[in-house]
Structure formats: structure tokens, C-alpha cells
């Protein structure tokens, strides 16, 4: 990471707080901020509540309207987004990107998540230390830490918010709120002061009339109060209430209850009644504890895979398990149901769109495992399913427990009195179910499995029905929604020919209706013909395994293949990332370049590949596991393995070519020789060497981590050390804390020492970069401290120099100065002018965020000469980029100008489309700023064009800089 960027320096962000629990309120430092529109505030509510992830654009406007949105409301929303980032930001440069409203992908994300802080952060965490210690038997801070929580509330949470998110998320907390009191509660309970509560319960029931929970803890304070017969009332009255407004008796917990009391049984006494807050947290000598065990508050939690889009049919059966859930309002009612059926018959699909639907019914969140009870690589460990779901819930890892029947135990404790909806996906067995099944009522569970499960229909009294095969009308239902119906009506017969050699399967529906959607020229009539001639009969589909099935569906295509097209084929599976281009599948199938691409001609002809873009490949999930199992049964070890080393040696060196191309006065670390024909890459210029980076973007990180998960060690550190320049350059900050994390494990695994120096150099940028000042400062420290062992002079500069550049990021200029000094002095005793020369440029930066513009021209000048004699373009556009931008500080907009528009030009002969852009944006401010708002209109309108050349996010800014130039003439 030679390359900074000069115009990154920001000063620290401010702290923010919200309040969520009550009205929604915002503070920056202790100044209140006033958060505009009700709609303005919907759009920050959703990005506040989803923290961290990001928000599209479809769900702001779903979250903000619902199915109602006004006329353009996309634009509406950027505008907001733009408000949003000048309030929470207002110390942001211009024409820098926010790093607190943040954009992701075609939507956005609320980041600065450590400064950053709500009330409902603080709710949660109290709620769940409080779990924690209610879990070890220390009631007494357990209560404390939730009266603590709840006295952060306010009101209706979200008080003023519109939107049906709002809404929502309102319900959400509201329900929240009632268990976490509830806990509260019972924690007083524990503590034997019964009367001190009595008012809290009374209240709560008559808010909460159905809900047995309040009345049962209302029973027991008053008969540990002596009062009985009050007791029994409530309990009459709850029964009365529960026949007349839902027609139910009251749950079992409720029954055994009133039960005890009516026998007066001591076990229902617990602590002696007293409001002494010393009195005792332990039961009575001859008695049980007085309450269940308290139930450990959980965070909401939200696991379910995303609905088919294309889901249809299967009305008898969704009306079928529809009748298994009792009526709106039973909670307490277990229900386990079980869909078993053939391999491919569409169970997961019909359990995760029947869990969607019911979803609502069940507040406190819904857990998904896929149990992989037929996969090839071993099912999942029950134990490990129940430490998914356990964390999921909100317990601390450390609380975990060891073995399968304490976790067992623990996740029933948690579950207790909750409403969870929990689907089982795929599983093998019922000995392999049942741990993950609740312990008491209120939780739905869908378990879907290839067996009849009988062990969980006779001892759990699971609710079992077999799906079998759509029907004719349904399975071509499926086919039209994939197809669409102008081409099914216009070959009815042929749709319903492919229907009936499909079997009606939904796997295989789906297989040929992607064949036919990705050739549209194909007539129904001759795939059906197809299907019919081929070797692979479809009628296998009537029965058996989905393997059977999948692979006479696949073959059908792949026996049909030259043996050199079959091979590439195999070999494809064992790449990485989510798609391939021409010159890896060349290595992978150690082939000529010419020769691969005619092979994947051939495979994408045969509707075994799919050409997502020129030169670009990608598998369909199923074909790639067809194919990777089709490899380990035709392949040696030996091959496979051959052809991953000539993957990962093509991917090492030509990153390292294209880095080298991208900062030829960078510092490279030569690759070993490769021993492999690995057909690498080489760039004549930056151009080229950006363009195969960006379009490798999304499987480079995957091959990093794959080299090293494979035991190509040195493949993954050294890759990840090449790519340091350009995920730099770019800000592509997490995915360049990714690879240097999986780069440092690497390198220790081998005891390489220069490698674990680079990997913590570029993780301690990263780090620095996403805000984390003290892994940063470890991460450089260690590094600097590898490099003065070994004597690398030129690394302990490159790590000074990122130690310097976090320390301006944390506003500690003084020791950035330092470390840029000596950085300076290694760097001449290395004999490195160009690195001398970035220091100049990174000193000259470092005034600029101190005022001291006059000795950041100094430094500028310097450094712009030393490139200039030393012939680096990229370091002296980026010199005259800080230039510029000390001398608009100064006020001197023409020469700052003059300094851009060299930088710019600079960049555009390089090639560096993103940076170009960065100093057409600077271009901009000093037009504007010099009145000239048509030659500010021009600069922006070209950076805007550049950063959506490389669809880069910070183009979201340079719109709304644009509209606000509009707006203001």
C-alpha cells in the first residue's frame, strides 16, 4: 500500500447519539439536531435500525410508502440521503464521500459505527448482561440491569415516524418491551419482593388481559403474599377471558399453577415476602425455586432465507399446514410440523414460503439451519446447530456449554415462554432433530426431510404429511412463471409435453425451464423432443434419490460432450469464485488460451455454462455441484491438485503484474518461479491492469482465501500483498481487511516472516481505514517490529508511512510528522526517491489538515520535482492534486485550478479512471467557489460520468452534488 490517496484525510468524526425508544432524536456532540420531514426521518430510522447492512433502494421506498410511493420516489429518497449526510456530517469536505451515510451497492448504509450510539443499543446490552447473570443465579443485578433497560424507555418507540417499516419495527419493540418487563418481573420474584410488585403486575395484566405469562406471575405474588384466594381469582377471571374472547382454556403452565395454589402447595411459596432489598436470593431449604427459571431476555433475531420469487401452486398443501397453526391468538399451543418427500420434490421451497406467511405470528424472530442430512461432506452436529442457534439468540459464546444434552438444555431454557418460528431444513434423522427441538409451547417448528421421520411423530407428536408431485395444471403453472405465458401459450402442447417427461418434478421443471429461458429461440417442441431422445431418461423422476434424479437431468448434456470439453468441465468446479473468465479456465485446464475459449463456447452451447457477460462464466449451484461431484469420481487427487496450482500460480503472478503496472516505482515482491504453464497476464499499462482488476474484483478475495484454506500458503499471502495498490486505490477497505487477515494466517502457518510483515502492514491500513484505531495501531506496531528485526529498511518506511497516515486520522499531527520523518530517512537510506517523494506528498497533507497551507505548497513543489525527475506520473498527479487543494484553501481558486486540471489530465493518461474523478470533483469546488458555476456543472458532470464507468458508489454524491449546484444556480 505505497499509494495514499492525498484527499482521504478527514477529520475525526463527531459522535452521534439516537433515541429510538420514544421519539426519534438525534445528537451530534451535545447539540440536538433537528432531523426534518416525517418521511426524511422513516429513511433514517431504516438505516439506523439496519445498521451495518445495507438498505436498497426498494426496500427505502417499501419501508418509507409501502405499495403507495409518489412519483419519482427514488430521486425523493436521494434527496433525503443528501439532507441526512449534511446534518449528520456537516464537517465533511466537499465533494468527499460521506463515511456516515454511506452507499452500498444501489442503496445505502449507515456507517461510523463507532461513534455512533442509540438507546436501544444500550437497551439491548443491558438486557443482555442481565440474561447472563440471571443464567449464573444472580438475580438481584439481573434485575437492576433491567430496570436499568427499561427506564431508558420514553414512550412509543419511533413516536412520529410514518412508514410501514416504522410500524413495524414499532410492534417489534413494543412486544420487546413486554417480555423484557416481564423478565423484570420475575427477577423481582426471585428476590422474594412480591408486594413491592403487585402494582406493576396488576397494571400489566389488565393491559395484557390474554396474555398468561402476566397472569401467572400476578398468581404467584399473591399468594406469596397470602392472599389465595386473590390468587385463584385471577385466575378465574383469566379463564373467563380466555373462553370468551378466544374459546381456549388456558395453556398447561397457567393450569398447573392454579393446580399448586389451590392445593396450596409449599414448592409455589418461594422467598419469604419481604421488600428488604437484602432479602435472600436462594429457595427455601425444603422447597424448590419458587419460579421456572427465569428466561434470559433475547435479541430479535431473523433468520429465514429469502422467499422464491417464482413461487406458485401447492395451494392444498399450504392449505393443509395452514390448519396445523391454531387460531390467531393461541400462542401456548406446540405445533411441530413435518414435510418429508422424494429428493427435489420442493420441500425447502414450500417450507420457507409457508414460514414467510406465518412469520408475523411469531414475535420474538424464527431460526433457519440447513442440517444437510444427504450431503456428501456429513451432515451438521446437532450440537453445532444448537451453538448457531444459541448465539443467534443472544448467548455469549463463552456461555456455551459443552456437550450436546447441556446445550439442549440451555436452548429450551432460552426458548422458554417464547414465540420462535424454527425451521429445520434437510434433516437426517430424528435422533439428529429432536435436541433442536423447544421444550415447551408457543414455538413453531418445520422440519423438512428425505425420511419419514416416525421417531418424531410417535414421541414428539410431530404432525407429519408427505409432499408428493404438483399437480399437471400446477407443474405447468411453474414453467409459465419462469417462461412466461405469451411462449407456453404459443406451444401448449409442447409445455405440457415437457411437464409430463419432467414428471411434474419441481427440480427438473426448473432445470429445463432455465435451458429454455437462456435460449429463447428455442422452440418448446424441439427441447421437449430432447428430453425425449435422450440417454437420461426423465422418467426416472418418478422415484429415487435427487442425486439419480439431477444427474439424469445434467447427463443428458454432459455425456453428449467431447472427453477435452468433459474435462474443462470437471475442472471448473473446483474454482472459487462466483464466476470465471477465459484466461483462469485456461490455466485451470492447463489448455492455450484459443483452445479454452472454444471449449467454453462449447459448455455454454450445451446449457452447461452460462456466458453472463463477454468472457465472463459463471456455474448454475447445481450444476456446479453435479460437476464437482462428476471430478472427484473421474479425477485423481493428483490432477485436481495440478490444476489448482496452475490456478493459483495464475492468479499470483498476474496480480503481480498488474500491481507492478499500476505503481511501477512500488516495491514489489518478486513470486517465486511458477512450475506450472499457468498462462499468466501481463499489462503494457495501468489501463489495462485496472480493467482485469476491476472485472476480477469479486473472485479475487475468494481465490486468496481459497489458496489458503487449500494449503497454497505462500499463493495466498503474496496475492494478497499485490493487491494491496489497487483495493487502496479504490477503498475497497473491507475487502482489503479480508484478504490481509487471511494473508497474516497464511504466512504464520508457514513461518514466513516477511510475509506475516506485509499481511500486518496492509490489515493495520485497512483497520485504519474502517475506523478501528486500536487493531490498527497493533496491526502497524507488530509489523514495524518484524521489519527492524529483519533490517528491511524500505518496510519499516512503508509501515512508518501507514503509521503516520493513522495517526492523521485520529488527529494526532505531531506524531504523524515523526513517523513521516524517518519514513523519509529509510526511504534515502533505500535508495527510493519515489517513496521520499510520497512522504513529501503525504507531509504536504498533514499541514493541510493542521492550516499550515503555506508549508503544505512547500512540500508539494518538493515532491512534484522529485517525481518529475524521477518520471512518475501517478505520484505527480497525486502531488498536484494536494497542491490544488492547499491553494483553494487558501483562497487562490485560480491557481488551484490551473493545479487540478494538470492532476486530472495526468490521471486521464494513466488511466486511473477513479482518481481522475476524485480531482474532477476538486476541479469542481474551485469553479464554483471562483463563480463560475458552468465550468463547476462541466467538472462534475465528468466525474460523474467516470464514476459510473467503474460503477463506483461515491456516484450517489456527485448526483446529489450536482442537484444542489442546480438548485443554487
Not at 595 to 623: I, N
Amino acid at each position: 500500500m505505497e499509494a495514499f490517496d492525498p484527499a482521504a484525510g478527514h477529520p475525526p468524526l463527531q459522535p452521534l447519539r439516537f433515541s429510538v425508544l420514544g421519539p426519534l432524536r438525534a445528537w451530534l456532540g451535545d447539540t440536538e439536531l433537528a432531523l426534518g420531514s416525517p418521511q426524511q426521518r422513516a429513511v433514517l430510522a431504516l438505516l439506523l435500525l439496519r445498521r451495518g447492512r445495507a438498505v436498497s433502494l426498494d426496500d427505502l421506498v417499501d419501508g418509507v410508502w409501502d405499495d403507495d410511493p409518489p412519483p419519482g420516489a427514488v430521486p425523493v429518497l436521494r434527496t433525503y440521503v443528501s439532507r441526512l449526510r449534511r446534518l449528520l456530517e456537516p464537517d465533511r469536505a466537499p465533494g468527499r464521500p460521506s463515511r456516515t451515510v454511506v452507499s452500498l451497492g444501489d442503496g445505502y448504509a449507515l456507517g461510523g459505527r463507532d461513534t455512533v450510539a442509540s438507546d436501544l443499543d444500550r437497551f439491548e446490552d443491558q438486557v443482555h448482561r442481565a440474561g447472563l447473570r440471571q443464567a449464573a443465579g444472580d438475580h438481584r443485578t439481573a434485575a437492576q440491569l433491567l430496570r436499568a433497560a427499561l427506564d431508558l424507555w420514553r414512550g412509543t418507540p419511533l413516536a412520529g415516524v410514518p412508514g410501514p417499516y416504522a410500524r413495524s419495527e414499532r410492534t417489534r419493540l413494543e412486544a420487546r418491551h413486554l417480555h423484557v418487563r416481564e423478565a423484570w418481573l420475575r427477577a423481582e420474584l426471585a428476590l422474594g419482593r412480591h408486594s413491592a410488585v403487585l402494582p406493576d403486575l396488576v397494571a400489566l395484566r389488565d393491559a395484557h388481559p390474554l396474555r398468561e405469562d402476566v397472569c401467572e406471575l400476578l398468581m404467584l405474588a399473591l399468594y406469596r403474599c397470602e392472599r389465595q384466594a386473590e390468587a385463584l381469582e385471577v385466575y378465574a377471571t383469566a379463564r373467563r377471558t380466555l373462553a370468551g374472547e378466544l374459546g381456549v382454556e388456558p395453556g398447561p403452565s397457567l393450569r398447573a399453577l392454579h393446580a399448586r395454589v389451590l392445593a396450596g402447595d409449599p414448592a409455589t411459596d418461594g422467598a419469604p415476602a419481604t421488600d428488604d432489598p437484602r432479602a435472600t436470593e436462594d429457595p427455601p431449604a425444603d422447597g424448590e425455586p419458587p419460579d421456572p427459571a427465569p428466561r434470559t431476555p433475547v435479541a430479535y433475531t431473523s433468520q429465514l432465507p429469502a422467499d422464491l420469487p417464482t413461487f406458485t401452486g401447492r395451494r392444498a398443501e399450504l392449505d393443509r399446514v395452514a390448519r396445523l397453526l391454531p387460531a390467531e391468538g393461541h400462542p401456548d399451543t406446540a405445533v411441530v410440523a413435518l414435510v418429508d418427500g422424494m429428493a427435489g420434490a420442493g420441500k425447502t421451497t414450500l417450507a420457507v414460503h409457508w414460514a414467510h406467511r406465518v412469520a408475523h405470528r411469531f414475535p420474538d424472530g424464527n431460526l433457519f439451519v440447513n442440517l444437510r442430512g444427504h450431503d456428501r461432506e456429513g451432515s451438521l452436529d446437532p450440537a453445532d446447530a444448537l451453538t448457531v442457534f444459541l448465539v443467534a439468540l443472544g448467548t455469549a459464546p463463552d456461555s456455551i456449554p459443552d456437550g450436546l444434552d447441556a446445550r439442549a438444555a440451555l436452548y429450551r431454557s432460552v426458548l422458554a415462554d417464547r414465540r420462535v418460528l424454527i425451521v429445520l431444513d434437510n434433516g437426517r434423522d430424528a435422533d439428529q432433530v429432536r435436541p433442536l427441538l423447544p421444550g415447551t409451547p408457543g414455538c413453531l417448528t418445520i422440519v423438512t426431510s428425505r425420511n419419514r421421520l416416525s421417531g418424531l411423530v410417535v414421541g414428539q407428536g410431530a404432525h407429519p404429511f408427505t409432499l408428493g408431485l404438483p399437480t399437471a395444471a400446477e407443474a405447468r403453472e411453474m414453467l409459465t412463471r419462469r417462461l412466461g405465458a405469451a411462449r407456453v401459450e404459443a406451444e401448449p402442447e409442447a409445455a405440457d409435453d415437457i411437464v409430463g417427461l419432467c414428471a411434474r418434478l419441481p427440480l427438473t421443471l426448473a432445470v429445463v425451464a432455465a435451458r429454455a429461458a437462456h435460449h429463447p429461440e428455442f422452440r418448446l417442441t424441439d427441447i421437449a423432443g430432447e428430453l425425449r431422445e435422450s440417454h437420461g431418461s426423465l422418467d426416472a423422476f418418478t422415484g429415487g434419490e435427487v442425486g439419480t434424479d439431477v444427474r439424469a437431468v445434467f447427463s443428458w448434456s454432459y455425456r453428449a460432450l467431447p472427453e477435452e470439453s468433459a474435462g474443462l468441465f470437471r475442472m471448473l468446479s473446483l474454482h472459487p469464485g462466483p464466476d470465471i473468465g477465459t484466461a483462469a479456465a485456461s490455466a485451470l485446464a492447463g489448455v492455450p488460451r484459443g483452445r479454452a475459449r472454444a471449449l467454453l463456447a462449447g459448455l455454454t452451447g450445451a446449457s452447461l455454462l452460462t456466458e453472463r457477460a463477454p468472457g465472463r462464466f459463471v456455474f448454475h449451484d447445481l450444476l456446479r455441484a453435479y460437476a464437482a461431484e462428476i471430478a472427484a469420481a473421474e479425477d485423481t487427487g493428483d490432477r485436481r491438485r495440478q490444476a489448482l496450482l496452475r490456478m493459483h500460480d495464475h492468479y499470483l503472478h498476474t496480480a503481480h503484474h498488474a500491481a507492478s503496472a499500476l505503481d511501477p516505482l512500488r516495491r514489489m515482491l518478486p513470486p517465486p518461479e511458477a512450475t506450472t504453464d499457468s498462462a499468466a497476464l501481463r499489462f503494457n499499462d495501468r489501463k489495462n491492469a485496472t480493467a482485469w482488476l476491476r472485472t476480477e474484483r469479486y473472485v479475487l478475495r475468494p481465490v486468496v482465501e481459497h489458496a489458503a484454506a487449500h494449503g497454497f500458503h505462500d499463493h495466498a499471502w503474496r496475492t494478497a500483498y499485490a493487491l494491496d495498490v489497487y483495493f487502496n486505490r479504490l477503498g475497497f477497505w473491507q475487502d482489503l481487511k479480508e484478504i490481509n487477515t487471511v494473508a497474516l494466517e497464511a504466512a504464520r502457518a508457514v513461518g514466513d516472516l516477511t510475509g506475516e510483515a506485509y499481511s500486518l502492514c496492509g490489515l493495520g491500513f485497512a483497520h485504519a481505514q474502517l475506523h478501528h484505531v486500536g487493531e490498527a495501531l497493533a496491526a502497524q506496531e507488530r509489523a514495524l517490529e518484524l521489519f527492524e528485526k529483519s533490517g528491511d529498511l524500505l518496510g519499516q518506511a512503508h509501515t512508518r508511512r501507514a503509521l503516520g497516515y493513522r495517526a492523521n486520522r485520529t488527529g494526532a499531527y505531531g506524531v504523524a510528522l515523526g513517523h513521516y520523518d524517518r519514513a523519509r530517512e529509510l526511504y534515502r537510506a533505500g535508495h527510493d526517491p519515489g517513496g521520499e517523494a510520497s512522504v513529501l506528498n503525504q507531509v504536504a497533507w498533514t499541514y493541510i489538515l493542521m492550516g499550515e497551507h503555506d508549508r503544505a505548497l512547500e512540500r508539494c513543489e518538493r515532491g512534484i520535482a522529485l517525481y518529475h525527475e524521477i518520471g512518475e506520473a501517478y505520484g505527480e498527479a497525486s502531488t498536484r492534486d494536494t497542491l490544488g487543494y492547499a491553494l483553494h484553501q487558501l483562497g487562490r481558486y485560480e491557481a488551484a485550478v490551473g493545479c487540478f486540471e494538470a492532476s486530472a489530465a495526468l490521471f486521464r493518461e494513466i488511466g486511473d479512471r477513479y482518481l481522475e474523478a476524485d480531482v474532477l470533483r476538486h476541479l469542481g469546488a474551485s469553479c464554483r467557489a471562483l463563480g463560475d458555476p458552468g465550468a463547476a456543472r462541466a467538472a462534475w458532470r465528468g466525474a460523474l460520468a467516470l464514476l459510473e464507468e467503474v460503477a463506483h458508489p461515491e456516484a450517489d454524491d456527485m448526483r446529489a452534488s450536482l442537484r444542489a449546484l442546480d438548485a443554487g444556480g
